[in-house]
């Protein structure tokens, strides 16, 4: 009643008229920045996701999402960015809560890291367990959180890191990489004939996954099953580093020391490397510039150490964000592509690997037999390769704090110290206990 | 009457007179720019503190204060001991040889010959070229199988194969591999510094002394350096500030390696701050560069205005 009384006392004037329809004109530009990018919007669905190192991949995949968006009508944007960027982008879309609805994440702990940003895909890994077996170790590694049941990620591929030798020369030496004293035994004998066996022990992913394999297949690891405890410390560690350090004088070259990721590629391109561990890109590489060469590369398992044959790997999973516009969108699309995984899987020549048991029938296409390569059974060996490939973290869950470890290198150098000589090998692994041990500290006071 | 009643200022002509008021021009051109730095600088800056002073992370974005407890962990760590060592040598040392560079560009350009000017724009090629291209041109230089660096020298029969330098393999020759791109990328800028400090020196000043029977280096150290010491320093300044603060050649170039030899604050900052999510401590190790900034600052433009006067 009160504030009726003056209505019709006001007046309108052109000046204040003016005023008004200006302020209200200039709210939205004045209030974008801090206006919280979570209003739904039902008619669009955004993704971003690495650059894949396949190219035939991004392409399918940007078809494969606009075909699902015009059945839907939806619009579908893809973007790739550089895996190097994968982790500034998700912190910069965390902070501004705002961004795509689908962050396709490279990395094992992402999950972990973001899961308080991520919605909970528990229905969703269920559901699709129901329709296409267990999830992976790796699956369950990337994307679960014990202590409260969910999902912070739909997990969706792992990429394996087999062994790759010239065959030829390791015929004519008579021997064959199969375990990791073979492959120092037989890298020495090859290294005198100029063809060394090429690990990167520099800074960047591929030793970082490497290494970590080696230390499994010798019993050893950075942390225990439960995540709990750095158990790094330990005889089998001491082992495994002192087998680095006698790989490397040799088999090995100093030039490893400065690798990055492209590098043992390069160098079993080159013919000069006998044997590398990595994903079959490098192999794929060589298919095209090489066709001799190629023909001569074989893939075979990574070698077995003295406990078990176990080798680490790369992963990509699915986290939808909760500021996400079109979350149900996001979760309708993450179930079709799922439905569909097996054009995924021959989109990326068989590089991107399930994380569910029969995500991927077997025998695999492509990996069963390979058309493009001779013998076409050449790949047949990496459809098992869930039985000896694990992430970051390994027996225990990724995490922040596994993750902080990965990136600083820190089992890169312990390896790379005791090789170079600048420590032994007791204390370069007392040295990577202690930092890995400061890393958990901080990460258990903020977890 | 007439005079008195069109002696009422227009809204328009006050405007003007504000605007002719050289206080309150002053204040609106450079108003933009004082909101900019506050905006883009201050407020990040200020940020940057209180994320160092708390325990904010990617995985819990809590804002409540630890006190110096991110600065402790950060100082105990030896890594990072040996990060602020890396930091230094990459900053002065890319800073003196750009230096070095810049000077003898300079002295090279002032003397006339057949397509300076061609010269003088192309000098300018590292500082304009993005620095991502320029790096992997760099990483390639340096690379271990295909070096073209280690490639010549194996040509010209000075090293073999197996003895060639292992650039960015072996601690010291990383270092001083990121060094040297840094020092290219700087050497332009040193270049131009230098020029315009020489060509302001008046003629007769060096015919003087010339005159007088002073040499070439006399006359460039005794003269030549000291009157243009001022503008090498604000060179200097900028060139210490960029570079400390960089970390794009080592992120691009060694991500550190090996062995964290090549490992420097910006670089360490970016991986824990934001690739691993401790955005605490990650501000605390990217802050630790501010003491260090502050006082080069100060005794280089203290050092400036003295010599001014």
Known sequence: MGSGGNKHNRSVTRRSFLKASGAVGLAPVLSAPFVSGALADNTALTIVQWSHFVPAFDTWFDKFAKDWGDKNKIAVTVDHIPVQDVPARAAAEASAQSGHDIFGFNGSGGAHLYRKFFINLADLVKETEKKYGAVSIIGKQLGYNADDGTWSAFPDYYINFPGMYQKSLWDEIGMKPDTWDDVRLGGAKLKAKGKPVGISLGHSNDPSTTWRGLLWSYGASEQDEAGKKIILDSKATVEAVKYVAALYKEAMTPEVLSWNDASNNQYLASGVGSYIINPISAYRTIQQSNKTLADDIFVIEPPRGPVKRIMGAASEFYGIWKFAKNKEAAIEFLKYYRDNWPEAFKASSGYNNPCFANLVPKPMPILSNDPTSTPPTKLAILQDSDKWSAIPGYPGPATPATDEIYYAFILNDMMAKAATGASSAEDAVKEATQRCEAIFKKWARRT | ?309
């Open chain 2, 1 to 309: 009457m007439v005079a008195i009643a069109d002696s009422v200022p227009k809204p328009a002509a006050r405007f003007r007179f504000i605007l002719d008021r050289r206080d309150v021009l002053g204040s609106l051109m450079v108003g933009p720019a004082i909101l900019y730095v506050l905006l883009l600088v201050g407020v990040p800056f200020l940020m940057a503190v209180y994320y160092s002073l708390s325990a904010y992370t990617i995985y819990d974005p809590s804002w409540s204060f630890v006190g110096l407890d991110n600065f402790e962990d950060v100082v105990a760590d030896p890594v990072f001991r040996q990060t602020l060592y890396n930091t230094f040598i990459f900053t002065f040392g890319s800073q003196l040889l750009g230096l070095i560079l810049g000077k003898f560009g300079a002295l090279v350009l002032l003397r006339p010959f057949p397509g300076r000017k061609l010269v003088r724009a192309l000098v300018i090629l590292p500082w304009a070229v993005p620095i991502a291209l320029a790096t992997v041109a760099w990483q390639w230089m340096f690379d271990s199988l295909y070096s073209v660096i280690n490639w010549t020298l194996i040509a010209l029969g000075v090293v073999t194969r197996s003895d060639a330098p292992n650039w960015l393999g072996t601690p010291h020759l990383a270092m001083l591999s990121v060094i040297v791109v840094n020092a290219w990328r700087f050497f332009p800028f040193a270049i131009v510094i230098f020029l315009a400090g020489i060509t302001a020196i008046p003629q007769d000043v060096l015919d003087a002394a010339t005159v007088d029977g002073a040499g070439f280096w006399r006359r460039n150290y005794q003269i030549i350096m000291p009157m243009i010491l001022p503008i090498v320093a604000v060179g200097l300044i900028f060139g210490i500030v960029f570079t400390f603060t960089d970390l794009s050649i080592v992120f691009l170039m060694t991500m550190g390696g090996p062995v964290g030899a090549t490992s420097v604050l910006g670089f360490s900052g970016f991986q824990t701050g934001i690739v691993s999510g401790d955005v605490s401590h990650g501000a605390a190790i990217s802050l630790f560069m501010l003491p260090v900034l502050f006082v080069v600052v100060v005794a280089m433009l203290r050092f400036i205005r003295r010599r001014e006067i």
